[in-house]
């Protein structure tokens, strides 16, 4: 039985249009197609910045000093191990795993290696963000390994995060071209104020429970097809068309059929999303390192004709999908890697809470049956 | 920085007061200290119910009949076994977890061993739950043996789960009276509306993201010190006083220091938590047979002075504390009991809000710096 409809006005389905905290994180105009990350535009950062910059702006509200970045990249190094009885464990059952249920697991897991197990502190809570963040791009890249059987590779020191993934994940030294682009990636996925995955390690943070507990909330979030996967529902819909010139026929056949088409419109932006260009941007530059420009064709084809037939622009995920795939990671962990960047985001959120924190806790509105009368079972009918 | 105080009225801190959706689940009317669940008084329930009975009651919005029942009970045991391979690594780690953190890591790790785990139809849904509830019960029983060193006990066939999780847990039969005080707890705890671990099942839900991760990030929330972590805090309390002659002082003492005393006083009853007086009464008759008034009779002073000085009443964290306390379960797992109990409202409420999924993303007021610009490392100071 679904439950009836609200007859109510006040009751806020979805919560859309609600506002549920004050945050310093990030702003969104949806009408302007602006977004900004604790004062600075997405074009700005995109364009100029780093991961690592993005990092330390998210967490402390201001760019780092050129010392504070070069720590900030030490100290990432330098957490990003993995420790041997959870990496054991992780090879012996990655072939079991999804991406995004192998995240949630092992993130979740950490929390009991990290040597600030059981700290509360503001700055215990700092170190804990900066370990998961670190630790993340090595668990994605140890597991894509392991479920394939090859062996782990340690990459050489004095990487970014985003390069130092990409040697992880795929054994060697990525294209210059491959690292920029992974980078701008985790730039522009790195924050979006209160999307489903945020807002989840927010009523987490709320109860005070632990980072790595509201990071895990954020994941398992994340994991939904209607938040995190539709950038894989993308590279699914590239591959079916195949080439360029079958993409009109594609896209009305399936608006005649009315089935969703993924990575176009959505629920903030009323314009183009503003992280759209600068991947696609990336796209048909890495296609061209890669001498591969297949993929970012058919998707600029799709965005013709998607403006055209329905008036709607394209998403973060639309272009990230064939930047993906360009560089050759597999559809399966496109998740997994918005989650890498956006752990980002999801820990300055968790810290901010706990900096004001107020549980997170709404109403629900009944709509069953009252005062029934408890019947005795061998009453029942 | 904390965010600045909100200027804006519209900004709904901790989401208080807002209705979020509708459900036919639970209805609570704090004025009149009223718990309903699908139409059911809790007092009814938990005079004439059992565990199981409310679990099928909380999933199908309606009481089973006889057949329905013994085949949920016999469900529920047949799927209460954890794959080898998991238990052999919770063996290998339990020294390291806590009660809760293991439930949070362990439940997720279950989502991989699932026989059905990629469905997404509503029945598979439906099995889901059935094993997610059926195994928490062995998962913490197990873990609790294995940190102390001991072997895993198999329960003889035919219990309820109360019962079969006592078993686990001590290795022996539970005495009449504990099994039918944890039955009751467990129908006591088993839902509570939008408290915010459900509230965050339900956000992770929204997502479509599946059963297992929405109930990792329920539990991830319920460790929070503010949300499940009260009766831990109330046995510690009782410890610390020691005696009922020492209740008066200690009370007086902690509220001139304006330190909070848990187990009283709740967001949404105004009068008595009507789950405090059943378990309270189940604590003083579990304290009898076990030849140990000692907590109780602590409890009921502390309850007097609470409500002499302050005005205040117990909610459901005050009696469970003594009554787990008397059973002999080690403190640090009370939360964790907890979290079996709600498991079971945790999935009837993701289950609801598959069924009429909207995601749930609501707006942050910004209150950061705007128009920044962007200065290159070097010129920063």
Redesign the interface.
């Known amino acids: 039985?679904?439950?009836?409809?609200?007859e109510?006005p006040?009751?806020?389905?979805?919560?859309?249009?609600?506002?549920?905290?004050?945050?310093?994180?990030?702003?969104?105009d949806g009408e302007k197609g602006e977004l900004?990350y604790?004062?600075?535009?997405i074009h700005?950062?995109a364009e100029?910045?780093t991961f690592e910059?993005v990092l330390f702006l998210l967490w402390h509200?201001r760019?780092?000093?050129?010392r504070e970045?070069e720590k900030l990249v030490h100290d990432l190094e330098e957490n990003s191990e993995i420790p041997h009885?959870i990496m054991s464990?992780l090879e012996?059952?990655a072939p079991?795993?999804?991406a995004?249920?192998m995240l949630?697991?092992f993130v979740?897991?950490l929390?009991?290696?990290d040597p600030e197990a059981g700290e509360r502190s503001p700055a215990a809570n700092e170190n804990k963000a900066l370990r998961i963040v670190a630790k993340i791009p090595t668990l994605i890249g140890a597991f894509d390994r392991f479920r394939k059987g090859d062996r782990l590779v340690v990459p050489p020191k004095g990487l970014n995060l985003a390069t130092r993934f990409l040697h992880q994940l795929f054994g060697k030294e990525p294209l210059p071209e491959a690292s920029k682009a992974m980078d701008v990636a985790l730039v522009l996925h790195a924050e979006h104020?209160?999307?489903?995955?945020t807002?989840?390690a927010r009523?987490?943070?709320?109860?005070?429970?632990?980072i790595?507990?509201?990071t895990?909330?954020a994941i398992?979030?994340?994991?939904?097809?209607?938040?995190?996967g539709a950038n894989e529902e993308v590279i699914k819909m590239l591959r079916q068309i195949g080439s360029v010139d079958r993409v009109r026929g594609f896209i009305e056949e399936e608006l005649a059929e009315k089935r969703r088409i993924f990575g176009f419109g959505h629920?903030v932006y009323k314009t183009m999303d503003p992280r759209a260009t600068h991947l696609m941007k990336m796209s048909e530059a890495l296609g061209k390192a890669h001498g591969e420009t297949k993929w970012f064709e058919m998707s600029i084809a799709i965005q013709k004709v998607m403006k055209e037939l329905k008036g709607l622009d394209p998403n973060v995920d639309f272009y990230s999908a064939s930047l993906y795939q360009t560089m050759g990671i597999p559809v399966d962990l496109f998740t997994s890697i918005f989650g890498m960047s956006r752990s980002s985001g999801w820990t300055a959120h968790i810290l901010?809470q706990y900096?004001?924190n107020?549980?997170?806790?709404?109403?629900?509105?009944?709509?069953?049956?009252?005062?029934?009368?408890?019947?005795?079972?061998?009453q029942?009918?």
């Open positions: 039985m679904p439950p009836k409809p609200a109510n006040n009751v806020k389905v979805g919560l859309e249009g609600v506002i549920a905290a004050t945050s310093q994180i990030c702003a969104i900004v604790a004062g600075y535009n700005d950062l100029n910045s910059e509200l760019l780092p000093t050129k970045l009885e464990f012996k059952i079991r795993l999804s995004m249920g949630r697991t979740s897991m929390a009991h290696f104020s209160f999307n489903a995955s807002f989840a009523v987490a943070a709320g109860t005070l429970t632990d790595y507990s509201a895990t909330a398992a979030t994340l994991k939904g097809p209607l938040h995190g629920r901010e900096r004001n107020r549980l997170i806790r709404p109403l629900a509105e009944y709509t069953g049956p009252r005062g029934l009368k408890y019947v005795p079972i061998d029942r009918k």
